[in-house]
């Protein structure tokens, strides 16, 4: 059964860092592609990073040079570094395994991490 | 960025009634569409890739249509658990993109 479950989530303080990780099961994420998305309090989602299975990446404008995904392949496990985080990155994020060409549809999702930027 | 609009809010309807969808694209995105759908408190399912494609284990009640700008999602006769936000999201170009999402409640 494939599963992706999302852990790191928390209260941080405005300019804090937080590293969220996603691990997955039923699958290796060394050959899938593997994206964070987020869903902010009452609001629609937003595609935020890939992680292609060769290994590079790719970013929405409102992250890049902020978040950071990476993956450890011997651990089946996605991370999303995020430094710098503001008020407007309070959100759930969801990871999730894309599929099709450069993996833009996203077939399966954990459940969520909450990520809370406040004083 | 490309631009996804539902141009529904919301939509009440009754169970057993037919839902219709729509979602429009701010330029074409050919057939590199995909309808979610996300209930309360859980992560979003997907139900048709690719315009009309449905997803695994999606029931047949659900279907999708259209290509380049204007695109459909239909269910047929809506049931109890159908109830539901549902998103269209672009894959054609970067940033992927999302609609605002369509609540389906319960007339």
């Known amino acids: 059964e494939v599963q992706l479950v999302e852990s790191g989530g928390g209260l941080v303080q405005p300019g804090g860092s937080l590293r969220l990780s996603c691990v997955a099961s039923?699958?290796?994420?060394?050959?899938?592609?593997i994206s964070w998305v987020r869903q902010g309090p009452g609001k629609g989602l937003e595609w935020l990073a890939l992680?292609?299975?060769?290994?590079?990446?790719h970013y929405a404008d409102s992250v890049k040079g902020r978040f950071t995904i990476s993956r450890d392949n011997s651990r089946n496990t996605v991370f999303l570094q995020m430094n710098s985080l503001r008020g407007d990155d309070t959100a759930v994020y969801f990871c999730?395994?894309?599929?099709?060409?450069?993996?833009?549809?996203?077939?399966?999702w954990g459940q969520g991490t909450l990520v809370t930027v406040s004083s | 960025e490309i631009v996804l609009t539902q141009s529904a809010a919301s939509l009440s309807l009754s169970p057993g009634e037919r839902a219709t969808l729509s979602c429009r694209a701010s330029?074409?995105?050919?057939?590199?569409l995909a309808w979610y759908q996300q209930k309360p408190g859980q992560a979003p399912r997907l139900l048709i890739y690719?315009?009309?494609n449905r997803a695994t284990d999606i029931p047949a009640r659900f279907s999708g249509s259209g290509s380049g700008t204007d695109f459909t999602l239909t269910i047929s006769t809506l049931e109890p658990e159908d109830f539901a936000v549902y998103y269209c999201?672009?894959?054609?170009?970067?940033?992927?993109?999302f609609g605002q999402g369509t609540k389906v409640e319960i007339k």
């Open positions: 999730a395994r894309g599929r099709g060409a450069a993996g833009g549809t996203f077939d399966y």
């Open positions: 999201q672009q894959r054609s170009n970067w940033p992927w993109t």
């Open positions: 992680s292609y299975s060769n290994g590079d990446t």
């Open positions: 039923g699958f290796t994420v060394s050959n899938n592609y």
């Open positions: 330029q074409s995105i050919s057939s590199y």
């Open positions: 690719d315009a009309s």
